[in-house]
């Protein structure tokens, strides 16, 4: 069965702009988890996503925000983009109560704000 | 909190040889779930083995295997007859029984010399 997708691959954004980035689980997985990577700080929580509901939150200001479709396919979007911004964007799916089987991960949305 | 800690930044090995990376973790959790994932250069996270941490008996996954010592919150991942995909940054991650958040800790950059 097809993986986790996560589109677009790459994304060049100007600082103030606003992004979104798709995701589309695993036919089947009904929690979503999005996660930002970068050198400095390593892989961080955003949010998870389960029946279209926001059931965790990480520690990111109000300007990242998601939200996850009927179909479980989830958008995550930041406004006002900075600097800082730039990152590996990582999504990852499960079947939500499952969790000793882990995460199923994306190839991730490699956004660059200049 | 929850922390997950990685002392080895990069760790190289010789081809068919066996290496080991290590990780510890700290939670006043019983329950929950640590996991070893790969990242090579292609950024897809692979998940490579998973461990239960009400089970004693160590996970094995052919050529990969852990060492949980549960008591010192220790969860060790070797691989054994390494070959050159291994090749790959190794990421420990420690999951709670009770919420989908996934703790990571920084990475070991392995790399399996020829």
């Known amino acids: 069965k097809a993986g986790v997708t996560q589109t677009p691959r790459y994304l060049i954004k100007t600082r103030g702009q606003q992004v979104t980035l798709s995701c589309s689980p695993i036919?089947?997985?009904?929690?979503v988890s999005w996660y930002q990577q970068t050198p400095g700080q390593g892989l961080q929580f955003l949010f998870e996503?389960?029946?279209?509901?926001?059931?965790n939150k990480g520690n990111f200001p109000g300007r990242f925000s998601g939200r996850q479709f009927s179909n479980s396919r989830s958008e995550m979007n930041v406004s006002t983009l900075e600097l800082g911004d730039s990152a590996l964007y990582l999504c990852?799916?499960?079947?939500?109560?499952?969790?000793?089987?882990?995460?199923?991960f994306g190839s991730g949305t490699r956004l660059t704000v200049v | 909190a929850q922390t997950v800690t990685q002392s080895q930044p990069e760790m190289s090995v010789q081809e068919a040889e066996t290496v080991t990376l290590s990780c510890t973790y700290d939670?006043?959790?019983?329950?929950?779930?640590l996991f070893w994932y790969k990242q090579p250069p292609s950024r897809q996270m692979i998940l490579v083995i998973r461990?239960?941490?009400?089970?004693?008996q160590n996970a094995t996954e052919n050529r990969f295997s852990v060492n949980f010592q549960k008591a010192a919150k220790s969860f060790s991942l070797k691989i054994s007859d390494s070959q050159l995909g291994d090749t790959a940054m190794y990421f420990c991650?420690?999951?709670?029984?009770?919420?989908?958040?996934?703790?990571f800790g920084a990475g070991t950059r392995l790399t399996v010399k020829p």
């Open positions: 990852a799916s499960s079947l939500g109560a499952h969790r000793r089987i882990g995460y199923t």
């Open positions: 036919s089947g997985h009904r929690s």
């Open positions: 996503y389960f029946s279209e509901t926001q059931r």
């Open positions: 939670t006043s959790e019983n329950n929950y779930y």
């Open positions: 461990q239960e941490a009400y089970k004693q």
């Open positions: 991650a420690f999951m709670q029984d009770n919420n989908n958040d996934m703790r």
